[in-house]
T-cell receptor, first 117, second 107 residues
Framework: NAGVTQTPKFQVLKTGQSMTLQCAQD?????MSWYRQDPGMGLRLIHY???????DQGEVPNGYNVSRSTTEDFPLRLLSAAPSQTSVYFC????????????????FGNGTRLTVT | KNEVEQSPQNLTAQEGEFITINCSYS?????LHWLQQHPGGGIVSLFM?????KKHGRLIATINIQEKHSSLHITASHPRDSAVYIC?????????WGAGTKLIIKP
């Protein structure tokens, strides 16, 4: 079992460039999500999904797009990178319980450290 | 009004001490998660609780649903336990995050 795999681990972009952060899980989890973590701060939810074809916005969605065409993959697209998007990005996944709650253990990827210059 | 309050915000202790981190909340939840993040590191799930108590090695987590309170205990603390500990509430298909407790264990 690979768990949650995030790529790349590090990325440097110039302002205005676009890129896709990859997240894949092999646990058949319905729930997948993207967070950003700025230095000394907590996690902020960007987008999440509760199944293939279903996505929703989190707390800080502007400047990011997601899609969920398969259960396994949940890529995060930066449309036009800005220095304010310099951060560490984490992907997380979990099963969704019978009443829609996240009452199963959470699994996190190792993070992607993104710098936008 | 914060839906989740985690305390203390910072905690420094000597090796071997018994550590308690608290998480109080005000909303109905399906579960509560405790997670650990080492400096510059990834995030690891420690416990998921919907009732009672769980133990893993030197870590113990408890939850009181009626009082809307959970605690994370570390027995015989060690410098390698130094990390940020975070509680997160499972509220429908989202998580409500505590602010985290930065724990430093001195040798």
């Amino acid at each position: 079992n690979a768990g949650v795999t995030q790529t790349p681990k590090f990325q440097v972009l110039k302002t205005g460039q676009s890129m896709t952060l990859q997240c894949a899980q092999d646990m058949n989890h319905e729930y997948m999500s993207w967070y950003r973590q700025d230095p000394g701060m907590g996690l902020r939810l960007i987008h999440y999904s509760v199944g293939a074809g279903i996505t929703d916005q989190g707390e800080v969605p502007n400047g990011y797009n997601v899609s969920r065409s398969t259960t396994e993959d949940f890529p995060l697209r930066l449309l036009s990178a800005a220095p304010s998007q310099t951060s560490v990005y984490f992907c997380a996944s979990s099963f969704v319980g019978g009443q829609g709650g996240l009452n199963s253990p959470l699994h996190f990827g190792n993070g992607t450290r993104l710098t936008v210059t | 009004k914060n839906e989740v309050e985690q305390s203390p915000q910072n905690l420094t202790a000597q090796e071997g001490e018994f550590i308690t981190i608290n998480c109080s909340y005000s909303v109905g939840i399906s579960a509560l998660h405790w997670l650990q993040q080492h400096p510059g590191g990834g995030i690891v799930s420690l416990f998921m609780l919907s009732s009672g108590k769980k133990k893993h090695g030197r870590l113990i987590a408890t939850i009181n649903i009626q009082e809307k309170h959970s605690s994370l205990h570390i027995t015989a603390s060690h410098p390698r336990d130094s990390a940020v500990y975070i509680c997160a509430l499972a509220f429908k298909p989202q998580l409500i995050w505590g602010a985290g407790t930065k724990l430093i264990i001195k040798p």
